[in-house]
């Protein structure tokens, strides 16, 4: 049958490069698309940022495309109106007012897409817009798997007074009791392993002669007990189930260290969800545009279905303008096309057009030119 | 009277940097120094790795220095002997073995160094070394100013049984109960007020004619309840006492791809433990060496006393070698000089040799050179 997508455009820059990915579909295939509001667009539609029906109908979906999220400033997030997140509203949280991110979140544990993959690759055309020397940025070709539903985003989080057992730290000093909150951290084995599985299986696909299938995990094993478990259990998987592949563990630090120093030195990293938030965040610096990622959100790597976004924010500054880089957002729509809707054949076309438009010189302004989304969305499609 | 010193030399090349420290105070003037053991070396010598007769030697001295502290492989760290670090134990943690790393995180905390300082600025000499464009890494000089005694480090911790409250995610599926952990960030309105104010202090300090007091607060306000609290008070600190310093919020994964696209655009950088290990980190790519850092722990800018280490790591594999890179360690002798001990013009000093010895070219194998550990503390103390 022919494919349901549901799109999210979202806020801000989010409906421009949605209606990008919309040109591309139309170009590659026929779609049956629903369009629903996700974000400050949902505030404002039903005073959620993710109502039932959306999530609903994302839930029964072949897969769904998600634009930007975020009413706020590039970067600056948005803060004082904050309601807890997933469970416990904080007693220390002045407002219920509902923030625009949370509509992400919700649907990311609603959707149960425990594993994000974000694909990193030097992009002939834009080399030269890399933060790094050339001989550094040169060949990086690496993915971050990054645990999508648990850790410090989901944890249970609040007012200290509300935080029982013992050894709980409270204001230091002798005065007047005064505003302590917590974020809680958790992790269970099976958590740690099915996103492990993902990264190994990738690993295993994208191994090609001269070059075994390697993951690297990151963690913060000196310190968190999170992190023995995930480095534990994530040896464990590795010992059992997946001999070939070439596994180390390095430090958070460490990584984000060597992500910059040697980035050609990573194939597969895999790690949980703040870490891989900041992470992936960093590869961006890499290739010298936060623009062109593309991430696919996934219940495993085989299954099928899933939530496609491109890496960036909903950019307000630019919003409106009609200069939004929509590769990311085309990026997005090539991974589902491999991974939610099985056509790799037709992302395969997708991301080479990506590369020719780019490679051919055309180039929105946050890559130093001056093309308009719609006048970089034709040439991709031209390209096809 | 003449400063008194505690020198924790620790495991790997510590012994061999703090024999460069020792080096440098000689020429500097006259110290009382005294030598205790702190992690691996310290469970060697006491069972624990932090001993109490330690702390208190270090509680009493008008300040510590600090080799490095760490038995396993560089980047690495220890896992599966951990039992929780401050705080509960985890059921789910098989051993109590003691984990060298405790021994540094319990001296920060025993001696309530809050403020840890970590200066990065170009260095003549090494320029080339960076792993950033030339136009990027030229005239970089930021310091990033790190929570050390709170947050996630230091938070209840273990076995989700032990963890009460509703809203607590268990293992999914049907099958046998397995392994669940937890780590807790906790912060408190006024250990975030302290370390602000050490923040826009310094930024105070280190303006210029033409460069006005500037600090960048990074946090993951849209998504983490301390990070919305430490905003919060890091704004109304700022509002409230220091009108005169520019003051920007960041979320951590824009802060973590800036560094490298863009350090230049900062000057202090504010942020809460776990974010601070991670991209003060990543700052070394900036330089091209972790060997070079330096860093200061303290009890607010005008204290005194405190804790002076290098960034870097006890390197295991070069250790013994004699190759050791004493930089790091040197210019946390100047900083000593300069906060601990009040001795500004001996820092100016210190820092001026540390350049001209590397301007002249000599270098340890870690900065492309074949310069022994002892030759560059000798080129060193030469140009003082
Ligand atoms: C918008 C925000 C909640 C989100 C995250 O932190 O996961 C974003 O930064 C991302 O990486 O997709
Ligand atoms: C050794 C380790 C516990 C420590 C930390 O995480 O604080 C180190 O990485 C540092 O940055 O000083």
Redesign the pocket.
Known sequence: GVPRIVLLPGDGIGPEVMAAATEVLAAVGTFDLAEHPIGADAIRAYGVPLADRTLAACAEADAVLLGA??AGAVGAGAVGAGAGAAGSAGAGAPHDAPRP?QG??DLRSGLGVYANLRPVRTMPGITHLSALRTDRAADVDLVVVRELTGGI?YGPRGDVRDMPGEGVPRPAGDGPARRAVFDTCVYSADEIERVARTAFELARERARPGRPPRVTSVDKANVLTTSRLWREVVQEVADRDFGDVVLDHLLVDTAAMLLVTDPGRFDVILTE?MFG?IL??ETAAIIGSLGCLA?ASLTGLGAGGGLF?P?H?SAPDIAGKGVANPVGMILSVALMLRFGLRMAEVANAVEAAVQNALAAGTRTPDLGGDATTTQMTNAIVKSL
């Open positions: 999220v975020g991110e992400v979140l985003y969800n938030d992936s965040d991430s976004e890496v924010g």
